[in-house]
């Protein structure tokens, strides 16, 4: 059974910077791509950034690109996503995921992050 935990989250002024953990269990970590995703409520849920398995390659949203970095790290079944020069349209929950880009399979259950102006 594939698991997946955030933590991280929290508020921030605008301008500062946040680091979200994703840990995975169940599953061959390094052979996977995972992705974060956000969401704000009565929105639908957006792919902000995803890396993926063997050789990892990055994608990013338009939005968040120069700012934010999805990194992970094999040996400890994690993914991390570095958000530097957050701004209040980065407010949201933040989802970690595994699957396809098109298709996310499993989801972890959200880190809120909330940015003041």
């Known amino acids: 059974q594939v698991q997946l935990m955030e933590s991280g989250g929290g508020t921030v002024q605008a301008g500062e910077s946040l680091k979200l953990s994703c840990v995975a269990s169940?599953?061959?970590?390094?052979?996977?791509?995972l992705s974060w995703y956000r969401q704000v409520p009565g929105e639908e849920r957006e792919l902000v950034a995803s890396?993926?398995?063997?050789?990892?390659?990055?994608y990013y949203t338009d939005s968040v690109k120069g700012r934010f970095v999805i990194a992970r790290d094999n040996d400890k079944n994690t993914i991390y996503l570095t958000m530097n020069d957050l701004q209040p349209a980065d407010t949201a929950i933040y989802y970690c995921a595994q699957g396809s880009l098109s298709t996310p399979v499993h989801w972890g259950q959200g880190a809120q992050v909330t940015v003041s102006s």
């Open positions: 169940g599953l061959r970590f390094h052979n996977f791509r």
């Open positions: 890396i993926s398995g063997g050789t990892p390659e990055a």
